[in-house]
């Protein structure tokens, strides 16, 4: 056997993907070799404290707080610091002296994409991010390379985990949103301070990711429509438990044709992270837990799903990997890295050009016509009704009768929703708008 | 913009998958070009008679007998033909020739993979089979690449949609194999001549082919012990729906570490199809219809899943064109294409060495003291007992007893579980053994 080449390895990062990541570059260290063509040598870590306590035992020579140094020296970066800076400069530092980057870094790529994609053009190097979204699911790679022969329609995908823990609680027991989120947090799945889980942002850099490749246009985070689940209610998820879905916070994006809408629509792809309800039949359905899982709609290849576990530092170490072996192979055989194409001239919607179902629910007065008069405001504002249900509740006691209202509309755009709901809102028979909650999969 | 280089496309075969194929290389040119950094123009499509009626109206231009010229001229080869002769002396002479090879023929693949492969080595070209398992879903790639730097220890595949249809039929209606059957040779799921998909064939083929890529070892079509479903009967499907399994043909490839047993163990691989009664709660047991699904475990990404449509002219059309666009930018941008790992050193483990759980049904006299017999007789051989349940039926008119024995054992080998079945059908107290069946998935 020929003596292999050896490739040095720069780890940015060892929290508890990084911590993994080197575990297995130190052990798998064979195997990774005979996969790469090259041994995989893990030259040093850049950490803010080298002392600091590791979930797994490091070499302690390893370490280091000069990560400038580390990365000039390497053939591969791996980055795993989170957050912008320094993870940008290191990178762009990293491409530039013609290493391949390997980066787990979702926020990063949201926002500045564009220019680190150039910056690997440029330097004819591999840059990728398997890990960024839906932790251990081969996802990027497959709609970049699998599907290049295909034109996608829509995603939609369950990529935060926290928050799909949360629902499936709320769903399963009942609890409400401060008791789930509660017990989210004492089994790890969410942080102490939850805000990027629970109020999408995380879902939402996510999604601008999957758009960007899925589209072959890149999308920026200001992109993307946000909105999290912390106004989802147990009685939002026991009404569309009896009406048959279940809601889920999903990151789309779509291809959608409104050029008839006076909103700022046309050809384009909306973008968006929101709850959402669900059939239970659907696929995406039945992920429970913290599980993540990507559904995808492609005009030839029909209805695809890809899932598995999409956080954690072992599922997410393996996403690293992946990328760092195929960045290695690249090195190893010359030739310039695999490179995405943004060949589409897709713009981005407004979310008021967003066109899906819609589930209202209403508490109304008890009253003879009230239902026509409803239907005919929905009717006036151009939203059809799928499915109008009405349940009359009796008060025992003071025997006053309380009527629910729960209406699934067909496809409407966003604004139209919007001045429907206003305009019920205005009726002397509605008490009040219980939810709106936007429907997929139907 | 700059002009783009043109690669001339040659189609061998113009059936389903070929015919779709071909209208999409001509309807979607401009995507494809930007996709792929170069024009993928049609040059011919072989095919045995240019006359014959195909599904897609096509130039008849494009039709030629003569494969091997339109082979020699061209930079990128489609083989859709299937079968091993003419399409493995074809594809041999395009790689020979430089060109990169993307073909749907898993039959060839499983039993001359190597030489092919070796042939592509040596010409620097690519070779690529993404539709010949599980059509449009994105699975080989994601194993080769995705997972480059995980260790796959399990995969479990349904890869064939006509069982899987006919299976689900019989599970969701009730009917016996030859009725499901028939249903499904109506609806177009299944062929005049059945032979290849229900004596589980097709299924072995891309066993061997998730095998080989997933271990990194090349394993052969002879390698793969096969199971069809022919046998599989209504009662056994109502007897496992009432113990909560669903009976779905599995395509199985497992490393195992079986030193200790006399049959010809130790650690290896193995990689068989046979029908397998999978808990209603697994992934695998919610894919219905002729859909397919691979369910991978890696020991660092834990349980992935890949779910959509497995065969179809226009999904597996899907699968070709994303190989096709790889293809070309891998000649647009150069270096030698992507190959395989075969790194591995694992052996393929005879059936007898195969570690299972086992459903077994048994119709048995009711006396007292059966239970006790037969459960020491699993024990004498080494096979442990996880669930026993006894029912007895009354005939109302005769009064006779009988009863039946349903026991599902714990991991065991295919041989202890052979010899314990031979041993209980020596006993005096057995009518008779109504099935025996494997389970994963618990």
């Known amino acids: 056997m020929t003596e292999l080449r050896t490739l040095k390895v720069a780890l940015l990062g060892c929290g508890n993907v990084g911590a993994q990541v080197a ?4 052990e798998d260290a064979d195997t990774l070799a005979a996969r ?3 041994k995989l040598q893990l030259s040093g870590i850049a950490v803010r404290n080298v002392h600091a306590q590791r979930d797994v035992d490091l070499p302690q020579e390893l370490f280091t707080t000069d990560a400038d140094t580390l990365v000039k020296d390497a053939d591969l970066v791996i980055e795993l610091m989170g957050g912008i800076e320094p993870a940008r400069t290191l990178i762009l530092s990293a491409l530039r002296n ?5 980066t787990g870094n979702k926020a990063l790529v949201a926002q500045d994409g564009p220019t680190l994609h150039e910056e690997a053009d440029k330097a004819g190097v591999q840059l990728s991010y398997e890990a960024a979204v839906a932790g251990a699911i081969p996802i990027l790679r497959p709609i970049r390379d699998s599907l290049a022969g295909d034109r996608i329609t829509r995603v939609l995908g ?3 985990g926290t928050t799909n823990f949360i629902l499936d609680q709320m769903d399963t027991t009942g609890a409400q949103f401060a008791d789930a989120l509660a017990e989210a947090q004492r089994l ?3 942080e102490a301070d939850p805000t990027a889980d629970v109020e999408g942002h995380d879902a939402a850099a996510k999604a601008a990711i999957l758009a960007s490749l899925s589209f072959h246009t890149r999308f920026a985070l200001e992109n993307v429509h946000c909105e999290g689940i912390t106004s989802v209610t147990a009685a939002d998820i026991a009404a569309a438990k009896d009406a048959g879905f279940v809601i889920k916070l999903l990151a789309i994006a779509e291809k959608l044709n409104v050029a008839d809408t006076e909103t700022g629509g046309g050809e384009g792809v909306s973008v968006r992270v929101h709850p959402t309800l669900l059939p239970r039949e659907h696929p995406l359905a039945a992920v429970h837990g913290a599980f993540n899982a990507v559904f995808i709609e492609a005009e030839n290849a029909g209805e695809l799903m890809f899932y598995g576990q999409g956080a954690g530092g072992t599922p997410t170490a393996s996403a690293v990997l992946g990328d760092l072996v195929s960045a290695a192979r690249s090195l190893v055989l010359g030739g310039p890295g695999r490179t995405e194409t943004t060949t589409g001239q897709v713009s981005a919607l407004p979310i008021d050009a967003a066109v899906t179902s819609y589930y209202i629910g209403l508490d109304v007065a008890d009253q003879p016509g009230v239902l026509a008069r409803i239907a005919q405001l929905f009717a006036e504002h151009g939203v059809s009704i799928e499915i109008m249900r009405q349940t009359i509740h009796r008060d025992a006691e003071s025997n006053v009768e309380s009527a629910e ?11 139209a ?5 206003e305009a019920v809102k205005g009726l002397d028979v509605i008490n009040s708008v219980t939810s709106v909650l936007r429907v997929e999969g139907v």
């Open 23 to 26: 575990r297995i570059l130190i």
């Open 36 to 38: 790469a063509g090259a």
């Open 98 to 102: 013609g290493a391949c980057v390997v």
């Open 158 to 160: 369950i990529v935060n």
């Open 188 to 190: 790890g799945y969410a």
């Open 405 to 415: 209202l729960r209406i699934v509309t067909h496809r409407a755009s966003e604004a």
């Open 417 to 421: 929703l919007a001045a429907t709901v």
